[in-house]
């Protein structure tokens, strides 16, 4: 029944990783979990499908602590997220994990979530010079910022589980990076990856494995991370061609050049297909596709995917070919 049920804090419950979680669990009546779904307006289109779904919907917003505190309150778990692509303030995104860190503790959460990602200043120091010091003590600010938050967990004291999600295949349809023509007419995707492996996810199924995380408290203390398929560059755009009916070529371009591409995030980018490229072992080592798959049984291979997301992805007609 639910209010035998556990309730789980769902952060940025509309959007993709906490929406995943918030639908996975409102799918799985027996997995003995309600979702509590956090949000600024819970008047939105997507906060009334959670609430139409079954979910208790409160208003909340990182910008306001007391507000997270409350929302957290006879919680069992809580799925923290941050959303840097919001703001590109890497100093506000750690301000917000440790506003949930707080509010876990003060609530008394038994089971937190961090979704969170590798400090690579571990592996390339800020006096590395391989790639470029951003903002003056970061080399890649989205995920630095995430891992040296997981500290704030910690000293808190709120037992967490440290979720390391991975590249989303959402980006092809929301973040540009879908195949486009280049000069030859031809289609094709651009990343600094070389021949390397890029773990990559579908964003619904981040959810799905944070549910099989929550249904497993021995995880608790480990950090852990999840993917759907490595591909390398080519295996992707061979996937694209397959579903597109036309040639996609990969194009591999040097990450100082992905750098100076000049949109919003390009050196941010650009340093972390680096970080992926040249750390490609550690990198791919920390994300299991066997072990995404045991938490999440429904987990998509990057065909699936595409194949189910197929008339989302918007692919410019090659010059000279439209009316
Ligand atoms: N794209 C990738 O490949 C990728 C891969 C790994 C990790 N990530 C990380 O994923 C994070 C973003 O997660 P996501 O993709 O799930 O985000 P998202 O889809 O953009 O969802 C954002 C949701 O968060 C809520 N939100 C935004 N600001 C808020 C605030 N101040 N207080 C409370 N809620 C707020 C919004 O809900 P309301 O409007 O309803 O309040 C919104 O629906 C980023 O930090 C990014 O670095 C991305």
Excluded at 189 to 194: A, E, G, R, S
Excluded at 293 to 300: F, G, M, T, Y
């Amino acid at each position: 029944m639910q209010n035998e049920s556990k309730t789980i804090a769902v952060v940025g419950a509309t959007g993709a990783q906490g929406g995943g979680l918030a639908r996975a669990i409102l799918a799985d009546p027996s997995s003995g979990f309600a979702v509590r779904a956090l949000t600024r307006d819970p008047n939105s289109d997507k906060a009334r499908a959670l609430a139409d779904a079954g979910a208790e919907v409160v208003r909340a917003d990182l910008g306001d602590p007391s507000s997270i505190e409350d929302a957290f309150v006879g919680a069992y778990g809580a799925f923290c997220v941050t959303f840097f692509w919001d703001h590109f303030s890497p100093e506000r995104e750690k301000a917000e994990a440790r506003t949930m860190a707080e509010a876990a503790r003060e609530a008394g959460v038994k089971h937190a979530i961090w979704s969170t990602l590798e400090d690579t200043r571990l592996w390339c120091p800020l006096d590395d010079d391989r790639m470029p010091t951003l903002m003056g003590e970061y080399k890649v600010p989205h995920c630095d910022a995430k891992g040296e938050a997981d500290a704030y967990f910690r000293e808190a004291g709120v037992p967490t589980t440290f979720l390391l999600t991975s590249f989303y295949w959402d980006n092809f349809i929301h973040f540009g990076m879908g195949p486009t023509p280049g000069p030859d007419g031809r289609l094709g995707i651009t990343f600094p990856m070389d021949d390397r492996a890029l773990p990559g996810i579908a964003a619904e199924d981040i959810g799905r494995c944070a549910l099989g995380i929550f249904k497993r408290p021995e995880l608790i203390g480990q950090k852990l991370g999840i993917a759907g398929e490595h591909l390398t560059g080519d295996e992707m755009a061979a996937a694209f061609g397959r579903v597109l009916g036309q040639e996609v070529v990969y194009n591999a371009v040097p990450p100082e050049v992905y750098r100076s591409f000049g949109f919003p995030g390009a050196e941010d980018l650009g340093n972390m297909f680096q970080f992926k490229r040249d750390f490609n072992d550690d990198f791919r080592t920390s994300r299991s596709v066997e072990f995404s798959r045991e938490l999440n049984p429904s987990l998509q291979s990057f065909d699936q995917w595409l194949q189910a997301n197929q008339s989302r992805l918007s692919i410019p007609e090659p010059a000279g070919t439209s009316s």
